[in-house]
């Protein structure tokens, strides 16, 4: 056989492949029993690199995936308490390996008929969850940094003096949002031309969240500035705290100014599946756009987020060379061309793990994993509470926790620096792992409960820990 006849070979599914499903599912088993007791098993990056570096040429082939897993930090451990990425439910494994087959590229109809049209029903499906009308149109794209990104320039088209995607403009435009926001609100209105000015800060209260009685100063100083502010973001939560804005008050806010009114909810828009953590989501239905990600909160492979608009035609108006007053009727000629509305030309067969997932487990599995996590965090911040040597930096709304290890009579210093040298061991130890956070002059340590497989004594565990390494 020649080369292309061997990488076409669709044998390669039978027999390595059989074998790596099996491989996937002893991994994943272990995992969730902790029979791998490490969460990662911690190499410097240099060492990393000179490994892969052999392998690549040296390495057997058939051990490739072996050594990926063995070389990977585990996402299903119960003492993965990290970073907000998922732990995929095994179903998305399934449908990502359909959509890696199948590559169709959803640019253009033809492209993705049945992965189009799946993203327009997930749309309405959600826009139904969120509380919207009839209106509202969900897309798909690849992360929440991109939907933001997507969505900010759709508010810059509807709502600023000018038409900036054609003509470019002199002036100072920006948004508002809260200090505590995640970066990539601050990347896209920097990738959009309007710099640092372009992001007017509001300031926190001492929960991390938008200060709302600041609303109207901030933006009248902005306003006196220069600075033509055309829409606002909360943050459903803030990623450091896990804190939500009031999204209610900021909605009010932002209709009294003619502003668009973008949520983050990359990780808590979940919560509007949660009879019992909803309420943190009030106001988000006046919200003209959301995204959500699929690889947080909600079980799915990287990457997927839905970006969901009040009123699903604005978004025919973000990558248009059109005016946008021509746009009104494109809804109905073309929703099914999604690369007119996503930033990606190509993209993968995303809507698959949503589909799939909503299909087979309905609503309630997203309501069912935001009650547990959530109330995890609870409990988490519950024990620290009740441990005299740490501290919270703020009762958690969600399954974030920020805290620290507070020894008896510590300056700032002297605790910011054994704080840090604890989240360093932990990090090389490996049997847990948990990041960071640097609130006003404080670091914290901060830990996202991810995992349907973390329990309190999982918790308790890492308190202990902590103050042995102490
Ligand atoms: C994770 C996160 C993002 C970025 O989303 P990606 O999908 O990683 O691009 C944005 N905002 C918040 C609040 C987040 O938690």
């Not at 308490?81 to 359909?98: E, R, S």
């Amino acid at each position: 056989m020649d080369i292309l006849e061997q990488m076409y070979n669709a044998e390669i599914l039978k027999e390595p492949s059989s074998l790596l499903f099996q491989q996937l599912h002893t991994y994943l088993q272990a995992t969730y029993k902790e029979e791998t007791p490490k969460v990662l098993e911690w190499q410097e990056p240099e060492e990393e690199y000179a490994f892969w570096n052999t392998f690549l040429t040296q390495g057997n082939n058939e051990a490739l995936f072996q050594e990926v897993i063995q070389r990977s930090i585990h996402i299903h451990h119960p003492k993965y308490i990290g970073h907000q990425v998922a732990a995929v439910a095994p179903l998305g494994v399934l449908t990502a390996a359909v959509s890696a087959l199948l590559n169709n590229g959803m640019a253009v109809y033809e492209m993705g008929k049945a992965s189009s049209a799946m993203e327009r029903v997930v749309g309405e499906w959600l826009a139904k969850q969120i509380g919207y009308g009839k209106e509202a149109r969900g897309i798909f794209t690849s992360g929440g940094t991109l939907g933001t990104l997507t969505a900010l320039l759709t508010a810059r088209q509807q709502v600023a003096t000018e038409d900036i995607w054609n003509m470019g403009t002199q002036k100072q435009y920006g948004i508002m949002v809260s200090a505590q926001a995640h970066y990539s609100v601050d990347r896209a209105v920097r990738i959009m031309g309007m710099g640092e000015k372009g992001v007017v800060k509001v300031p926190v209260t001492h929960r991390f969240v938008i200060d709302t009685s600041k609303l109207e100063h901030t933006y009248a100083q902005a306003t006196a500035a220069g600075v033509e502010i055309f829409a606002i973001v909360g943050s459903a939560p803030a990623t450091a705290t896990g804190n939500y804005d009031d999204l209610q008050a900021i909605a009010s806010f932002a209709k009294k100014h003619k502003l668009w009114f973008h949520v983050d909810g990359a990780h808590g828009g979940a919560a509007i599946f949660s009879n019992t953590y909803k309420s943190l989501l009030k106001g988000v239905e006046e919200a003209d756009s959301i995204i959500i990600d699929g690889h947080k909160m909600m079980m799915m492979p990287a990457l997927t987020t839905a970006l969901v608009y009040k009123n699903g035609v604005d978004s025919y108006a973000t990558f248009s060379q059109q005016a946008a007053y021509l746009l009104e009727q494109s809804e109905e000629e073309d929703w099914y061309n999604l690369a007119k509305r996503t930033f990606e030309c190509t993209k993968n067969m995303m809507i698959l793990h949503w589909y799939a997932i909503i299909q087979k487990y309905g609503a309630k599995g997203f309501a069912a994993i935001v009650d547990r996590l959530y109330g995890m965090g609870a409990q988490f911040a519950q024990l620290i509470t009740e441990a005299k040597d740490f501290e919270l930096a703020t009762a958690p709304d969600s399954n974030i926790v920020c805290f620290r290890y507070l020894p008896e009579n510590a300056s700032t210093t002297q605790s910011n620096t054994i704080n840090r040298k604890i989240r360093e061991a932990l990090l090389q130890a490996g049997d847990f792992y948990i990041v960071a956070t640097t609130l006003e002059d404080r670091f914290y340590l901060r830990v996202t409960i991810m995992n349907v497989f973390t329990q309190t004594k999982h918790l308790q565990n890492l308190l202990a820990t902590i103050r042995k390494i102490a």
